[in-house]
């Protein structure tokens, strides 16, 4: 279905067909992220509506770490360290309203095993095995 243009104000929405914006995250929808150290994280916000919506991420405490990209809907960690736990949100907008939806991304630190070549025992006072 062609929708008319009849708003000669807003030539580019037409009232009629217009729909606001529903927007989801993806990998389905998850509401809790978790991470280990130095992986890379990549996460989706999938927006839909008439006119198609534009879409932003923001962190919900309002400081969205500087290493973070944002690539039209994706947000991108390439290297993901625990500064980067937080909640994060994705708005869309358009001439019709907004929606969000939000997730809350948890990384832990990487655990780095010792080989047990690494490790040297000495017991104090010495023992004596005689």
Known sequence: MRCPKENPAHPDVDEACSAPPRVVISPDEPEYLVSVGDEQVVVRCLGKGNPTPTIKWTRKDGKMPSDITIRGPQL??????????????????????????????????????????????????PVSLA
């Open 76 to 125: 991108v960690i390439a290297k993901a360290k625990t500064t980067h736990s937080g909640e994060y949100v994705c708005t869309g907008t358009n001439a019709a309203g907004s929606d969000s939806a939000s997730l809350r991304i948890q990384v832990n630190g990487r655990l780095d095993l010792l080989k047990v070549s690494d490790l040297q025992l000495q017991c104090l006072p």
